[in-house]
Structure formats: structure tokens, C-alpha cells
């Protein structure tokens, strides 16, 4: 049981260039998200699904792309890389998105991206 | 507006203890987590408190108080491996359909476990 796994791990990008990150997990979670987390700004949303072949705006999703259309996978893409996307990028899976423990999001080991 | 707010930095002895205080403002509540995340790393999940009152789980302990809008997250028997820093989240209601409640996420408290 690996839990949530992201590749790559880094990743050095020129600018105008793309790129897909990966995510899978194997939990059987219904919910994913993407998650960008920067110095002094804390983890912010980018996108998240609700389920296979949803997909859903978080609070910073422009420049980027997501598709989910296997259940355990989750694609962030980003189409013309900027120097404002580099970060260290999350992706995490929780059961449901309600009230209980079974809420919980579980976190993958992070991809850090540059663009140069 | 939706705020949590949490000290930036703190700094403890080897073997004592420490509190972590997290406040939060947010128009709904529908529980908080307290996450560890060591530097490089990923966070790790701690703790979740959805009713007010104390929640202990080995050196770690989370209280909630839902009338104060107020959580902290209490470590004893400070080891040198809890040097990290420690992300409060509050499980909010976010409008979109679905139901999908929103985590609103502190910028985490860094705390550093010198010898």
C-alpha cells in the first residue's frame, strides 16, 4: 500500500514550456486535489475532483489543467510554464470531503518545480 | 472574511512541552485537522477535533473550543524529530455542489526542539 505517489519528483522547466504532473492513489479515495504550497502563502487549492471524470476549480487554477479520468489517477498540466508556477506542487486524496475523520486528506511526497 | 491565524515561529527545550494555538474565523465549521510537515516533506496527518474538549493521541494532544473559534495542538516529551512545522486546517462549507466542504489552511507554525 504506497498511499499517494507523485512523479516526477523535480523538475526544471523554461518558461512557455508544458508539463503534466502525475498522481495516483491507491486508497480507493473518491476525492483528489492539487495543492501548490509557497513561502509565506501557505497550501492553496489550484484544483480537485470529486470523482472519476470530475474535475473542479480551486482558488488559484489559472495557468493549469487537471484531468481524472481513471479513479485512482490525477493529472495537473501545466500548458505554457510561467516563473510565477515555480513551487513545490501536492497532491492529496481524501475518502469523502465531509463531516468525519474518513475526511482526512492523505498528502503525496511533493514535486518541485522551476521555471527558469 | 475566512482567517486562521497561528504563530509563525516558536522555539522549546528537548523533553518539554510546548502549545501550538490556532484561531480561526471562517462562516462555517465542519471540523479541524492539525498536520506535521518536516522540512522537505509532505504533511502528515495529526490530529482531527469536530466536537469542543481535548483529544489525546500519545504525546500529542489537540483542544477545540468551537465558541471561541480557538484550537492548540499540545506536544510533551519534546523529541528533537518534532522540529517542524505544524499546519492548522478548518474544514469549512464551500459553495459549490456536491457538498464539498473546503479546508482553509493556516501558513503553519515552524517550531524549532533544541537540545
Known amino acids: 500500500n504506497a498511499g499517494v505517489t507523485q512523479t516526477p519528483k523535480f523538475r526544471v522547466l523554461k518558461t512557455g514550456q508544458s508539463m503534466t504532473l502525475l498522481c495516483a492513489q491507491d486508497?480507493?479515495?473518491?476525492?483528489m486535489y492539487w495543492y501548490r504550497q509557497d513561502p509565506g502563502m501557505g497550501l492553496r487549492l489550484i484544483h480537485y475532483s470529486v470523482g472519476e471524470g470530475t474535475t473542479a476549480k480551486g482558488e488559484v487554477p489559472d495557468g493549469y489543467n487537471v484531468s481524472r479520468l481513471k479513479k485512482q489517477n490525477f493529472l495537473l498540466g501545466l500548458e505554457s510554464a510561467a516563473p510565477s508556477q515555480t513551487s513545490v506542487y501536492f497532491c492529496?486524496?481524501?475518502?469523502?470531503?465531509?463531516?468525519?475523520?474518513?475526511?482526512?486528506?492523505?498528502f503525496g511526497p511533493g514535486t518541485r518545480l522551476t521555471v527558469l | 472574511g475566512q482567517n486562521i491565524d497561528q504563530p509563525t515561529e516558536m522555539t522549546a527545550t528537548e523533553g518539554a512541552i510546548v502549545q501550538i494555538n490556532c484561531t480561526y474565523q471562517t462562516s462555517g465549521f465542519n471540523g479541524l485537522f492539525w498536520y506535521q510537515q518536516h522540512a522537505g516533506e509532505a504533511p502528515t496527518f495529526l490530529s482531527y477535533?469536530?466536537l469542543d474538549g481535548l483529544e489525546e493521541k500519545g504525546r500529542f494532544s489537540s483542544f477545540l473550543s468551537r465558541s471561541k473559534g480557538y484550537s492548540y495542538l499540545l506536544l510533551k516529551e519534546l523529541q528533537m524529530k518534532d522540529s517542524a512545522s505544524y499546519l492548522c486546517a478548518v474544514r469549512d462549507k464551500g459553495p459549490d455542489a456536491g457538498n464539498n466542504r473546503k479546508l482553509i489552511w493556516g501558513l503553519g507554525t515552524s517550531l524549532a526542539v533544541n537540545p
Open positions: 492529496a486524496s481524501s475518502e469523502h470531503a465531509g463531516t468525519s475523520l474518513a475526511d482526512t486528506q492523505y
Open positions: 477535533n469536530v
Open positions: 486508497m480507493n479515495h473518491e476525492y
